[in-house]
């Protein structure tokens, strides 16, 4: 069992930046990928950002110059730089890695951004 422990949401006005953490709890199995999901109130939840064992990233378009998706492996954490945020971001951001096969979830971390 993995936990996924997230940190850094919070509010802030359009423009502005936060940067979000997220590490998995213990060692012992491999994180094949790791990133980002959020889900707005009354929407689904979407992926923003993946970052895979290679190296390989991959982002929504919606957020694609804006956002900077990045891993430490050896501390199994993953961060995501967001910048220029909109209110349109505006939403629970949900760590997710893949150890092992298994998909694991965080509890979510709330972003608002006021206009």
């Known amino acids: 069992q993995v936990t996924l422990v997230e940190s850094g949401g919070g509010s802030v006005q359009a423009g502005g930046s936060l940067r979000l953490s997220c590490a998995a709890s213990?060692?012992?199995?491999?994180?094949?990928?790791m990133g980002w999901y959020r889900q707005a109130p009354g929407g689904q939840r979407d992926l923003v950002a993946v970052?895979?064992?290679?190296?390989?990233?991959n982002y929504a378009d919606s957020v694609k110059d804006r956002f900077t998706i990045s891993r430490d492996n050896a501390k199994r954490t993953v961060f995501l730089q967001m910048r220029s945020l909109q209110p349109e971001d505006t939403a629970v951001y949900y760590c997710?890695?893949?150890?092992?096969?298994?998909?694991?979830w965080g509890q979510g971390t709330q972003v608002t951004v006021s206009s």
């Open positions: 213990r060692s012992g199995f491999t994180i094949y990928a």
């Open positions: 970052g895979l064992r290679d190296g390989t990233t």
């Open positions: 997710f890695c893949n150890a092992d096969g298994i998909a694991y």
